[in-house]
């Protein structure tokens, strides 16, 4: 055989998609470019095989998923261990996205956190109250400010050895933030638009980056939707924020679904105050969307 013709193979890890090519870091430390199809399934921290310009890749340890508004879903990143979710006083997050960032992210075995951002703006003190009394207890939570850079060491000491990434609405300040916990990344930052109180696009690839400190971090597109993917009821009664008091107490029934069922121990912990009505009126929005989403998928089923 021409060795000349013999197909070279490396490993590598993708670092950047850019839509039609992603960048690759390669195990001997030197980064190419590969073309890909536009919407050939691959993303920021996939394994990869590279060989005369094909690209395999290797099996996922974890994968985390969204769904937008229109139902359709959107891989997040691949091989993640931590998941932060940013919020900030403006632009406020729609009802209901802190907890199914958190469900997903626990779903799919990752260590979610609440960064609250923008906490030199007013009205930033009465947000981060109200989220420390929400998720505290369930998961950490970092108030910071990017713009003036305080409060960035306990995330980074969060980061290490892990690798994460930040989800958050367009505008909450998640390139500012990386620019912040890693110096010299020079991510372009978006303005909120006065009329709409809502951030501009300034990230449209997704990119892995790796703190001094040890740790990576993959810096995503904003989006304003977190619908969740394939997440059934049972999941998100084990995993919604706030319930863990419930999972010592233990419910009755194995399979309880936190609703009417007797010995539910945390329909106990509401009437006793442990657990806010709102936190659980907000739990049971979300388990109708998911049982419902649970029936659509038997139907689809029940008609092949």
Known sequence: ADPSRLRTTKEG?????????????????LRGTVGVKRKSGHVVGDRVQVS???????????EMRRRDA????????ANLDALG?????????????IDRAIVAARAADLDPFVVVNKCDLAGSVGLVSSLESAYAESVPVFPLSAA????????????????GAFVGITGVGKSSLLNALLPGTGLKVGEIGAVTNRGRHTTTVSTLHAFASG???????????????????????????????????????????????PGCAVTNLVKSGLVSTERYETYLELLTEVQAAEAEARQKEWKK
């Open 13 to 29: 890890l993708i670092v950047a998609h850019h839509g039609v090519s992603v960048e690759v870091l390669f195990s001997d430390g």
């Open 52 to 62: 005369d310009e094909v690209l395999d890749r290797l099996p996922r340890r974890t």
């Open 70 to 77: 229109r139902g359709a879903v959107h891989l997040v990143g």
């Open 85 to 97: 979710v940013v919020v900030a006083p403006l632009p406020v997050p729609p009802p209901g996205f």
């Open 148 to 163: 003036v850079g305080s409060g960035l060491d306990p995330v980074l000491d969060f980061l290490k050895g892990r690798r």
């Open 215 to 261: 740790g990576e971090l993959i810096d995503t597109p904003g989006f304003q939707d977190f619908g969740l993917v394939d997440i059934s009821a049972e999941e998100l009664a084990a995993y919604f924020p706030g319930f863990e008091k419930a999972s010592e107490a233990a419910c009755r029934f194995s399979d309880c679904r936190h609703r009417t069922e």
